[in-house]
């Protein structure tokens, strides 16, 4: 089994994680000083959200230079360095791979403006941050799926997909074991530039949301962009963020395994917190899997409000239990190990999430800088030092899934609150999704609950357990 099958991939904001020199922003010898944190906690890789120099204006996500580490963050010297500390501790390292957009402040945008989509109207296509998706430039505009600072790249231009594709073998020659792909379904664009119908099922919230997105993202020949993105990448590993329904989403798996090897499966992040719907939720999934599939899930990432302000710091360590104990390669968010909480929003990013990045919590009175950190810390009174029963959870739950990595999924209960499975022939796991006691609708030798104690006959309020059956 290869390493991404068995691991746990660990996502590294590096803006908040940890700051080496003082100035309040994290970077890369910060990472490296606390690889030996992340050996103990037991994950096998890092995803590092970009690193690359950006006037920031989407924190990192707005690229003026793909093969230049950002100064805030350090050199490639710092970045070198970082992956040979991480290879000699048996951890592998992804980056971010934004291929949809540059930052306006790239060369290539003024110096090949035919690279990027210009039109002499615009159509009814919305940006994510809000406004319209096209920035009036004299007599023309350009589209922006993201901030106006933010300009789509035309990967119908082969002089484009040429210059993205040798980013890519910049980074493999360095030594990475893989990317992230960011924006992956918003790739291709319809020819025509037809408008997007109107969303019928419009909450009224957020404009974005307010028309179907079926002319500007997840168009049919997306797959072949994706494979092309794979065939470079190769046997190292490609994760792809795919915010679609889960018919949709496995279609990034590619013909005959020739896409991404794990397209984020960001599902558990909106399901009801009910037994029956996340039942129902992992079965859907695992039968729409493609032959030789591998599932993965995610709970939280620097764009959610965090698991446990979504479902409260008790029903954190449940959520954390399902996550570590679902078939599938688990992606956890710096910090989650610790039931880090959202801080408020500060304003300084322009999708207002600041709350789920605030500064990794390393000690009491913060340990994340000996400055003034750039986004104000939570909660301190969980932090690394103390050790926390949260965190003593996850390095048990890290460890005890390897026991049953490989093994299928079989619902065993889903009603009342409860929801159980076989993992295998030899483990079960049971999760109480409520606040009071209920009975355990199956039996066996605890291995851990997480409680971190010997447990009761029934399922304590908010308890869940990993049995040998
Ligand atoms: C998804 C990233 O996760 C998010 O942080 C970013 O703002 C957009 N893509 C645009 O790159
Ligand atoms: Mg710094």
Do not use: C
């Amino acid at each position: 089994m290869t390493w991404w099958r068995r691991g746990v991939i660990y996502e590294i904001y590096p803006r908040s994680f940890q700051d080496s020199d003082g100035d309040g922003v994290g970077d890369l010898r910060g990472i490296t000083a606390r690889l030996p944190y992340l050996r103990a906690l037991g994950v096998d890789a890092i995803w590092l959200t970009p690193i690359y120099q950006s006037p920031q204006a989407d924190f990192g996500y707005d690229i003026s230079d793909h093969t230049a580490v950002d100064p805030q963050y350090g050199s490639l010297d710092d970045f070198d360095a970082l992956v040979a500390a991480a290879h000699a501790q048996e951890l592998r390292v992804l980056l971010d791979y934004v291929p949809n957009h540059t930052s306006d402040q790239h060369r290539w945008f003024r110096e090949h403006p035919d690279w990027y989509y210009w039109r002499d109207e615009p159509n009814n296509w919305r940006a994510a941050f809000g406004g319209s998706a096209w920035e009036r430039v004299g007599d023309r505009y350009y589209l922006h799926t993201y901030l106006r600072e933010q300009p789509d790249l035309n990967w119908r231009n082969p002089e484009v997909r040429a210059a993205m594709l040798d980013v890519l073998r910049f980074w493999l020659d360095r030594g990475v074991d893989g990317f992230r792909v960011d924006a992956m379904r918003q790739l291709l664009k319809d020819p025509d530039w037809r408008d997007n119908p109107v969303n019928p099922d419009w909450d009224g919230v957020d404009p974005f949301e307010s028309l179907l997105k079926v002319h500007s993202a997840d168009l049919d020949e997306v797959q072949d962009v994706v494979a092309e993105i794979r065939s470079v990448i190769g046997d190292r590993l490609m994760v792809a963020e795919v915010y679609s329904p889960i018919e949709r989403l496995v279609r990034y798996y590619g013909k005959n395994g020739n896409g991404a090897q794990l397209p984020f499966n960001f599902h558990l992040i909106t399901t009801p917190w009910d037994a029956a719907a996340i039942a129902d939720l992992v079965e859907r999934y695992e039968a729409a899997l493609p032959e030789g599939a591998w599932p993965n899930w995610v709970l939280g990432n620097h764009d959610r409000p965090r698991v446990a302000s979504r479902v409260g710091t008790a029903q954190a360590r449940v959520a954390a239990m399902l996550l570590l104990t679902l078939r599938g390669t688990p992606t956890l968010y710096y910090g989650d190990e610790l039931g880090m909480i959202d801080g408020p929003d500060t304003g300084h990013d322009p999708g207002g999430r600041d709350g789920e990045r605030t500064p990794m919590q390393w000690t009491a009175g913060g340990g994340f800088t000996t400055g003034e950190p750039w986004l104000p810390y939570g909660d301190l009174s969980v932090n690394v030092q103390d050790e926390p029963a949260m965190l003593r959870l996850h390095r048990d739950l890290i460890a005890l899934r390897r026991e049953f990595a490989e093994a299928d999924y079989r619902t065993l209960h889903a009603d009342d609150g409860v929801l159980a499975y076989a993992r295998g022939d030899h483990h079960a796991v049971a999760l109480n999704l409520t606040g009071e006691p209920r009975p355990l609708p199956v039996h066996g030798e605890r291995l851990l609950s997480t409680h971190l104690d010997g447990g009761a006959e029934r399922l304590r309020a908010d308890e869940g357990v990993v049995l040998r059956i």
